[in-house]
């Protein structure tokens, strides 16, 4: 199909014998038929691999605070930093798991203005230096 295309789009200048024209159209979809079939084996993932028995969450090997008071304690502290209005609707979004909505109905503020502040708090906790010593967090 390849060379009747070619033909047909006039690629076929008769530089060389049709014959060999064509063995040479030939190797080409060889060689495509053999990339194509290693990429497939590449992209397949043996069943051996241990990645796909891995069942651990990255949450595990964040330290919990009832195991290490000291992180809650650096929480504490971190959040004692913000202002008291940023402060409360960080917690209650976070503590409380209550969204912007709630927290608006909740604080008689508008939807916009807790989202703009929750963005606030969070861009302010993340440019605190002390933040850096703390476990990594699953942010989800």
Known sequence: MAAFQAIKNGNFRGRSALGTWLVGI?????ADYRAAQQREQKAIVPMTDPLLFDTR???DAVSDIRSDPSIGIEVERLLQRLPKLHRAVLLLNIREGLNTEQIAAATKLPPGTVGRILWEAKRMLGKEPELKKLPPQNDQ
């Open 57 to 59: 969450s990255h949450a």
């Open 26 to 30: 030939l190797k080409h979809k060889i």
